[in-house]
């Protein structure tokens, strides 16, 4: 059974750093992986979304990187800003359609 | 890249009714979900949304329940039935072209039951 656990589930950093936020899945047999953002009370928005024959994916200041073999996920964030405090959420396409969510990791981008 | 509506975005009911969620998507998609997020909790998939034919639903999850409609490839149903407290809940659909596509998701419908 697939678990999807993110690391770690809360984050508050100052305005400016970079941050690493971690993803890791027990099944390497994974169609693809995709990082969403949400912010509170609403809806999910898709970040970035890697193949599983792909080794990352860039957007303006987000890299996601994906190792299937040992099942992790890095989602990393530049020069961060108080606009992108949210919670990021991991999931896992395994095949069927079947998504399976990781637990977020709420972030706080301190001015 | 697909762009989601749901209605109500939010209502307060009591225990014992039923609320119908509908979900609109601007173009057509192959694959339509319901997923639901419990407070402080992450996303789990309710079931899968089938154009013309009964949906597909995960474990725990049953028709009686959660009846969902998808009577074309643009727009969905949820029907969250018999009402309790426990259904507290966010409910999302989200869209998918295909297999291996980017996942949109609708802005959610917060249900809170009395």
């Known amino acids: 059974k697939q678990e999807v656990t993110q690391i770690p589930a809360a984050l508050s950093v100052p305005e400016g750093e970079n941050l690493v936020l971690n993803c890791s899945f027990t099944d390497s047999a994974i169609y693809n992986l995709q990082w969403f953002r949400q912010d509170p009370g609403k809806g999910l928005t898709s970040l970035l979304l890697?193949?599983?024959?792909?080794r990352e994916q860039t957007s303006g200041r987000l890299n996601a990187s994906l190792d299937k073999s040992s099942g992790r996920s890095t989602l990393y964030i530049a020069a961060s800003q108080p606009g992108d405090s949210a919670t990021y959420l991991c999931a896992v396409d395994t095949g069927g359609f079947k998504t399976i969510f990781g637990a977020g990791t709420r972030l706080f981008v301190k001015a | 890249s697909a762009v989601i509506s749901q209605k109500p975005s939010r209502d307060i009911c009591q225990r014992g009714t039923s609320l119908t969620i509908q979900c609109q998507v601007d173009?057509?998609?192959?694959?339509m979900f319901w997923y639901r997020q419990q407070p402080g909790q992450s996303l789990t998939l309710i079931a899968t949304a089938n154009q013309g034919s009964e949906a597909t639903y995960e474990s725990g999850f049953v028709i009686d329940k959660f009846p969902i409609s998808r009577p074309n490839l643009t727009f969905s149903t949820l029907t969250v039935s018999n009402m309790s407290p426990e259904d507290s809940s966010i409910y999302l659909c989200?869209?998918?072209?295909?297999?291996?596509?980017?996942?949109?998701f609708g802005p959610g419908t917060r249900l809170t039951v009395l």
């Open positions: 173009s057509q998609v192959t694959m």
């Open positions: 890697i193949q599983s024959s792909q």
């Open positions: 989200s869209a998918s072209g295909g297999v291996s596509d980017t996942q949109y």
